[in-house]
């Protein structure tokens, strides 16, 4: 079943991929992409103009890297199918992460219908298929969501510090950092939950284990220094400002969860949302095994949404803004998680690895 899935999604994210043309988005990243000389200059340039374009360095590098080895070499653009092929990767890449993460939550089941949601995502296939940030964004958000939980059961079941898994952890968040503005409000969220998890299980809650896992989490943000000293003290400009510029509307909710959902059309958006409300209840009800480690995804979903909505007052609104908060969503709308057992003594679930 797993490579059934996994084929299914490289088919609908590879097939007639170069066939339409640039969009606008994508003229502009892929044109700023190849002309500059190397991958440095990227860095450089977007940290200069931060404070008013708001751009971060990583998909601008991918891009420019990816045209040097396999596409024009310079600053021609290269075709649309070599321009969206390492987003496309990316976001084929993304479905074993929602495998591994929703196995890491409840077992293979979860796993295989959490990847297979993702697989037909019409949300993940679009930005699977475009040159820009949110294919990215969505997959290191997931990495970054599984190697947090890994962390949690690493710490919590062995007496070594699990090197590894933080340096996995580590290398996720600090792409994700680099991504886009909101993989910080996710990854600050993110950080905040599983420095209470670590808290809240007494195995974890000893100070050799809990202050090296605490200075492992805050150990992206060294790297990303000079962007959020930008972001903090540098002044944040609106470069969206204009009559034109849509503003966060009140059909928030219906428009985010029909476009990340199954369709915005009410006969796609009512199941999503029954599915969605269904899979909540069984993750929190009583005697659920995990049923602490879903009150803090949801807990880190809603502060993460209300962050997010709060920012975009000030700046243009956009659903694929909320990209970060997917994964989250497509964990707790499938049916699966009914099949979590009762809770053990230890709290998390040690089969299905």
């Known amino acids: 079943m797993f490579w059934l899935i996994l084929l299914t999604g490289i088919f609908f994210r590879l097939y007639n991929l170069g066939l339409a043309s640039y969009q606008i988005d994508e003229i502009n990243i892929v044109r700023d992409a190849v002309q500059a000389p190397t991958a440095v200059t990227i860095w450089n340039t977007e940290l200069d103009r931060f404070?008013?374009?708001?751009?971060?360095?990583?998909?601008?590098?991918?891009i420019h890297l990816?045209?040097?080895?396999?596409?024009?070499g310079g600053p021609q653009h290269p075709s649309e199918f070599i321009a969206r092929l390492p987003f496309t990767l990316i976001g084929i890449l993304a479905l074993p992460i929602f495998y591994g993460l929703g196995r890491r939550l409840a077992g293979v089941r979860t796993g295989l219908w959490a990847m297979?949601?993702?697989?037909?995502?019409?949300?993940?296939?679009?930005?699977?298929r475009e040159a820009y940030d949110y294919s990215l964004l969505t997959c290191l958000t997931a990495g970054?969501?599984?190697?947090?939980?890994?962390?949690?059961?690493?710490?919590?079941t062995r007496e070594r510090f699990p090197w590894a898994v933080v340096a996995a952890y580590n290398i996720l968040a600090t792409l994700l950092l680099f991504t886009h503005l909101s993989g910080l409000i996710t990854l600050a969220m993110w950080c905040v939950v599983l420095a209470v998890m670590l808290l809240m299980n007494k195995p974890t809650r000893s100070f050799g284990k809990f202050v090296p896992a605490v200075v492992a989490l805050g150990l992206p943000y060294i790297f990303f220094l000079p962007f959020l000293w930008k972001l903090l003290f540098g002044g944040w400009v609106d470069s969206d400002s204009g009559a034109m510029v849509d503003?966060?509307?009140?059909?928030?909710?219906?428009?985010?969860?029909?476009r990340m959902g199954w369709g915005q059309a009410w006969w796609a958006l009512l199941p999503f949302v029954a599915a969605l409300a269904f899979g909540i209840w069984f993750a929190l009800r009583k005697g659920t095994k995990n049923r602490d480690l879903a009150i803090a995804l949801l807990v880190h979903l809603a502060v993460g949404f209300v962050v997010q909505a709060w920012m975009l007052r000030v700046a243009r609104f956009e659903i694929r803004y909320f990209a970060a908060i997917q994964p989250t969503l497509l964990l707790l709308s499938q049916s699966e998680w009914h099949r979590w057992e009762p809770c053990s003594p230890r709290g998390f679930r040690k089969s299905g690895r």
């Open 66 to 72: 990816f045209n040097n080895w396999f596409g024009t």
């Open 247 to 258: 503003r966060i509307r009140s059909t928030i909710l219906a428009d985010l969860l029909g």
């Open 144 to 156: 970054v969501l599984w190697a947090g939980l890994e962390i949690l059961e690493a710490i919590r």
């Open 51 to 62: 404070t008013w374009y708001h751009r971060l360095p990583l998909t601008m590098m991918a």
């Open 116 to 128: 297979a949601l993702a697989c037909l995502s019409t949300f993940q296939i679009f930005y699977s």
